[in-house]
Nanobody, 117 residues
Framework: QVQLVESGGGLVQAGGSLRLSCEVS????????MGWFRQAPGKQRELVAT???????NYSDSVKGRFTISRDNAKNTVYLQMNSLKPEDTAVYYC???????????WGQGTQVTVSS
């Protein structure tokens, strides 16, 4: 059974930083593409950042230059370092894992990030 467990969310003031973690089990993490998405109240879930098995990264324009996605295959964990946070970054953040062999997409339960002005 594939499980994704996010952690690291919380309340932070504008301009502050947070580091989210997503630990994955039940799949061969190193071959999976990983991503972070977010969903603010009343809005659709949107892409934040992705990282391929080879380490290629992609960011939404709204977070480029402020957020960094990374992975540690030895720990089966993907990270999202968030700097210079803004109130508009407030959302529930979800990680996902795409198994390129089975072509299945798995989601975590989400972690709340709240940025106060």
């Amino acid at each position: 059974q594939v499980q994704l467990v996010e952690s690291g969310g919380g309340l932070v003031q504008a301009g502050g930083s947070l580091r989210l973690s997503c630990e994955v089990s039940g799949t061969i993490f190193s071959r999976n593409a990983m991503g972070w998405f977010r969903q603010a109240p009343g809005k659709q879930r949107e892409l934040v950042a992705t990282i391929t098995s080879g380490g290629t990264t992609n960011y939404s324009d709204s977070v480029k230059g402020r957020f960094t996605i990374s992975r540690d295959n030895a720990k089966n964990t993907v990270y999202l370092q968030m700097n210079s946070l803004k109130p508009e970054d407030t959302a529930v953040y979800y990680c996902n894992s795409y198994d390129v062999i089975s072509r299945r997409l798995y989601w975590g339960q989400g972690t709340q990030v709240t940025v106060s002005s």
